[in-house]
């Protein structure tokens, strides 16, 4: 039996281990052990896994951080019972007919050719931390001399927080659904073609407390996007400082707004940033790796139980 995420992951391998399964793994697409819950909730979850780790064959981390985050920080298990295996996807329409696509998202949303589109792609909820996006368009606007554009992607329980932070700091805002008109912060709600999002942008920007390893940013490398990040999760495994992405801690307000300002100002640095994204990704996050992988997986532990 192999589960993922938290409810499947615990009623899957109690049933499991109750039938006598042979073979039980769960894999960790994130965790909640920071940044979601008081700490009393955080502490009683931390100690469920750590008694389903003891009920499964094999952990799978996704990235590097998150194994030595679950074995080393809080002890769900031993390292040597976590195997990485990081996501993988089929990117390849995010890296193709991307002119077409920059050209119908900018005439839609009414983007102007030297405009400079930021986007931020996720559930609107507080682990994301766009407040931290806010602070860092409020302070661009006496900082650059350069058009900007911003979008939120997505939608969420916090939505009306967020807005509400917009209207105190003097944000322009819209949401594009209602009043669809050029502001400096254009709410979209969620996109279903958000490969197109991806190519019109210039720069995708992440605010996170916590991930695991962040899509939104396998994505935009594949099209190709400069990338401005906080250092949570599993970020440092899929984007290189400073030659793919700009990253800096979360806590750090002052280096993400001169991180962002950099690719805003420096276009000759932004795009040089975007030629390396592609190549990096199209291997390490592809589908197939991925099912190769969890096959050779499968295989080399149920021919360990006979």
């Not at 939505?159 to 322009?172: C, G």
């Not at 290189?240 to 276009?267: C, M, P, W, Y």
Request: hydrophobic residues 40%; proline residues 3%; charged residues 20%.
């Amino acid at each position: 039996m192999h589960t993922h995420a938290a409810k499947a992951g615990t009623l899957g391998r109690l049933a499991a281990a109750a039938h006598g399964v042979p073979v039980v793994l769960h894999t960790f697409h994130g965790h909640v052990f920071h940044s979601y819950f008081s700490p009393w909730k955080t502490n009683l979850f931390i100690r469920i896994e750590q008694y389903l780790a003891k009920k499964s064959t094999r952990i799978i981390a996704i990235s590097r951080q998150q194994q030595d985050e679950l074995s080393n920080k809080y002890a769900i298990c031993k390292p040597d019972k976590i195997e990485v295996i990081p996501l993988g996807f089929n990117l390849e329409k995010f890296s193709t007919g991307l002119t077409a696509k920059r050209i119908k998202f900018r005439e839609q949303y009414r983007v102007e050719d030297k405009e400079i589109v930021i986007v931020i792609v996720g559930r609107l909820v507080p682990v994301k931390n766009h407040s931290l996006f806010l602070h860092a368009l409020h302070a661009l606007k006496n900082q650059t001399s350069k058009k900007i554009r911003a979008f939120i992607i997505g939608d969420g329980e916090y939505r009306n927080q967020i807005e509400s932070l917009a209207a105190s700091l003097q944000i322009d805002f819209t949401d594009y659904n209602t009043h669809p008109r050029p502001a400096l912060l254009t709410f979209t709600s969620w996109i279903t073609d958000v490969d197109e999002v991806y190519a019109g942008a210039d720069i995708v920007a992440l605010t996170s407390l916590n991930e695991g390893t962040p899509v939104s940013l396998i994505e935009a490398q594949a099209a190709g996007k400069a990338i401005v990040s906080t250092n949570v999760g599993g970020i440092g495994d899929i984007v290189i400082h400073g030659q793919t992405a700009l990253v800096s801690e979360a806590a750090d307000k002052k280096g993400f707004i001169a991180n962002l300002l950099r690719l805003i100002d420096d276009e000759d640095f932004r795009c040089k940033m975007s030629s390396y994204d592609a190549a990096l990704v199209s291997g390490r996050f592809d589908y197939r790796r991925l099912v190769t992988e969890t096959a050779s997986l499968y295989n080399r532990l149920l021919n360990s139980t006979g």
